[in-house]
């Protein structure tokens, strides 16, 4: 099992950037893939990028060239950079993992607020 901590979320205005970072309790990066999703008020959750154990990444169209993907194998830690950050970006950012396809593990979720 995996336990996984989000942070970095807040208040920022229109145009301006976020660092998310996701820590796990153990390395997660030698098999599965790893993705950040999002929630906003009375959507359903989104799937905003996703990286495999081979760091090939997948980003929505919604993000795409804002967002970008990484990881720190030493730290065991995973990031979302979010610049040029929209009002509609706005949200609750959840990190998870899933080493096979029939388990996913997730955190408890940081707020994104971006105000126009």
């Known amino acids: 099992q995996v336990q996984l901590v989000e942070s970095g979320g807040g208040l920022v205005q229109a145009g301006g950037s976020l660092r998310l970072s996701c820590a796990a309790s153990?390395?997660?990066?030698?098999?599965?893939?790893a993705g950040w999703s999002r929630q906003a008020p009375g959507k359903q959750r989104e799937l905003v990028a996703a990286?495999?154990?081979?760091?090939?990444?997948n980003d929505a169209d919604s993000v795409k060239g804002r967002f970008t993907i990484s990881r720190d194998n030493t730290k065991n830690t995973g990031y979302l950079q979010m610049t040029s950050l929209k009002p509609e970006d706005t949200a609750v950012y959840y990190c998870?993992?899933?080493?096979?396809?029939?388990?996913?593990?997730w955190g408890q979720g940081t707020e994104v607020t971006v105000s126009p």
């Open positions: 998870s993992y899933s080493p096979v396809p029939s388990v996913s593990h």
């Open positions: 153990r390395s997660i990066f030698s098999i599965g893939i």
């Open positions: 990286m495999t154990s081979g760091c090939r990444t």
